[in-house]
């Protein structure tokens, strides 16, 4: 029951936050509504027995990453709001009537055909460091190690992209 | 258990270890680009020799699957391996123009090529979703920074709309893994398969659900309409030396990782995703081609071109297992002729300019004969005329579609295909025809995309005459 409570009201608080971050017209209110967003999934993390992973969220995306945000949104400037004129001005009320038609979609296949057809065993989850750790090299060592590739990209289309000076000198 | 063997990862480990050799050496040193040049080499040469070598061990039905069921070791994978890294090898030659036009920030780009190379074949290979999914984005993040790599105002609009698109698609893709998983439990493919092999859901609704995530994720990847508006603009967008490889690569990943994810885990709901497959394929038929023949920029149209494209070869996609040989045939010979189409492109309008209007092609046939005669061959190709590869990887797909029932649709592509073959001729009658604007002199054509266009010419025609030894061996190229 109290999982129950708390599962209603962090998704209520996670939608909200995602829907504020999309919304917002200050850069600042969106990067808040992420957090807000990321907090409440650490939250489901821990009602899940997750307790490492809600860790990890909360300092990780909701500090490191929230924190480079702000520092991004502060270089370019608080005060810029966002320009919502659309070039194609059917755009915005087709995205509308597509979201209705998916969601009720969803809708209906909720009602009628909704269940998963796999049951979860049910024993207990391990979220422990020592349990994750031990998973995290043995099963998925391969998408771990894969992960160092994207690292890699990350560094070098930094160098590649940022290093141009626009008149041919390399830096 | 976890069954780890790094020699199943060797192509991936070859074409990584070279890419990281070559940032290494580039902060030491500062090579010339000869240098990079030979580093990639023998990383791709390497490779292809490895995926080779897992070919002649690998092929067959019965897959080895390692690192926990992550990587499958087949004849898929193997056959996926000689694809990607050809493509990658003539890719970079035809490219290489563009590679010392950014002078030391070619290093990083011979890296990033060399890196989505290893992510497109991981595509191929992964047994795994989340496996798949990183693979995906390695190969897909590697692509957005090669589209806007020469930084002009084209390029970075190509590389943010890709990006942005991309991410959404990915994030699509993502949460198709999360509601397949919920309704079978696993993550890995093998599991699934013998899952809803052995498991009747009596209301598959959340399985259903992730089915067609998958198919919008993946059918972003690969250009299919809808999820196609990216297309145009990033080929337009991208520099030319680079938009051959990212053309070619999109389309053989993206449908590897679609075939196998759509035949394997997913088999026994074939009746139900059969038919999305067959409208998304049509769809993508018509768009593309009615899109193309309004296009003035060659880029632009030879993106609605690979629309339809994907289109004919999702249509071999509806007959399940029995179409992926029809699969391969036309991924592996169109993926040849766009990095031979594109190789022309880089040599006319440059390797690191974006757009490429027709008008400059008026009298190619004259400034530069061989390059006119490739272009016309890859057109003819594209449009699936006889003795080409793309006549014998059409008339597969459509045997493919008609023997799993789908002949609308067959007969829907069939009108679009005669309907492409304007636009495709209307290219070989501006070379032919037309003469040259003003007095543009006879063109100088580099040693780069002249092998390119040489290698796949050749391959486009001998495949297209004799296809039965490619033919023969997909027989062996099918998913565990």
């Known amino acids: 029951m109290v999982e129950l409570v708390l599962f209603v009201i962090f998704a209520i608080c996670a939608l909200f936050g995602a829907v504020t971050m999309v919304w917002a017209r200050n850069p600042v209110y969106s990067a808040l509504g992420l957090m807000l967003t990321m907090f409440s999934l650490a939250v489901f993390y821990v009602s899940n027995a997750g307790h490492f992973v809600a860790v990890v969220q909360v300092i990780v995306y909701a500090g490191a990453v929230m924190t480079l945000f702000l520092f991004v949104i502060m270089l370019i400037g608080v005060d810029k709001a966002e320009d919502r004129s659309e070039t194609l001005p059917l755009q915005r009320p087709a995205a509308l009537v597509l979201l209705a038609l998916f969601a009720a979609g969803v809708l209906v296949a909720g009602a009628r055909a909704w269940t998963t057809g796999y049951t979860a065993p049910g024993e207990a989850v391990n979220g422990t460091i020592e349990a994750i750790g031990s998973r995290l090299f043995d099963t998925w060592l391969l998408p771990f190690e894969v992960t160092a590739l994207l690292l890699i990209i990350a560094a070098a289309g930094t160098i590649a992209l940022a290093f141009f000076r626009g008149d041919g000198e390399e830096g | ?480």
């Open chain 2, 1 to 480: 258990m976890s069954n780890i063997d790094f020699l199943a990862l060797g192509p991936e480990i070859a074409v990584t270890a070279a890419a990281v050799l070559l940032l290494m050496i580039e902060v030491a040193r500062k090579p010339s680009a000869r240098v990079w040049g030979w580093i990639a080499g023998i990383g791709i040469a390497a490779a292809l020799g490895l995926s080779i070598a897992g070919w002649v061990l690998g092929r067959g039905t019965d897959a080895n699957l390692y690192f926990s069921d992550m990587l499958a070791l087949d004849g898929f994978s193997a056959f996926g391996g000689i694809v990607v890294f050809t493509l990658t090898g003539i890719g970079l030659i035809a490219g290489w123009g563009l590679v010392t036009s950014l002078r030391r920030r070619g290093a990083e780009f011979v890296a990033l090529v060399l890196i989505a190379a290893a992510g497109m074949h991981l595509m191929a290979a992964s047994a795994n979703l989340i496996m798949l999914f990183i693979a995906l984005e390695v190969a897909s993040i590697s692509f957005y920074v090669l589209a806007g790599i020469t930084r002009n105002r084209a390029a970075d609009e190509a590389a943010l709309k890709y990006f942005l698109l991309g991410a959404f698609a990915s994030a699509v893709f993502l949460y198709g893994i999360a509601l397949v998983f919920a309704a079978t439990g696993t993550l890995s493919m093998a599991g699934q398969e013998s899952f809803l092999g052995e498991t009747i859901l009596l209301r598959p609704g959340v399985l259903l659900a992730g089915i067609a995530l998958l198919i919008v994720g993946l059918g972003f990847k690969v250009s299919a309409a809808p999820f196609h508006v990216w297309a145009p603009d990033v080929y337009q967008g991208a520099p030319s030396g680079v938009t051959g490889f990212l053309a070619a690569g999109a389309k053989v990943g993206g449908f590897a990782a679609l075939a196998r994810v759509l035949t394997v885990p997913l088999d026994a709901y074939l009746d139900d995703w059969a038919p999305a497959v067959a409208v998304v394929a049509v769809a993508s038929v018509v768009v593309g081609t009615l899109l193309a023949i309004a296009q003035d920029d060659i880029k632009r149209m030879l993106a609605y071109s690979s629309v339809a494209h994907a289109g004919f070869i999702l249509l071999a996609l509806t007959a399940g297992d029995a179409g992926v040989e029809a699969v391969w045939f036309y991924v592996s010979t169109y993926a040849l002729q766009v990095v031979g189409a594109f190789a022309v492109v880089a040599a006319v309008s440059g390797p690191d300019t974006g757009a490429s209007p027709l008008d400059s092609y008026a009298g190619l046939g004259k400034r530069s004969p061989m390059m006119a005669a490739g272009l016309g061959l890859m057109m003819i190709a594209m449009g699936g005329i006889p003795m080409t590869t793309g006549f014998v990887g059409k008339l597969g797909v459509f045997r493919a579609a008609i023997d799993a029932g789908y002949l609308w649709a067959v007969v829907t592509a069939l009108v679009a295909t005669v309907a492409g073959l304007f636009f495709y001729l209307r290219v070989i009658v501006r070379m032919y025809m037309d003469a040259p604007g003003g007095d543009a002199p006879a063109l100088e054509v580099g040693r780069g995309p002249a092998w390119a266009v040489g290698i796949t010419s050749a391959a486009t025609i001998v495949l297209g005459i004799a296809p039965w030894p490619l033919l023969n061996m997909l027989r062996d190229a099918l998913p565990f």
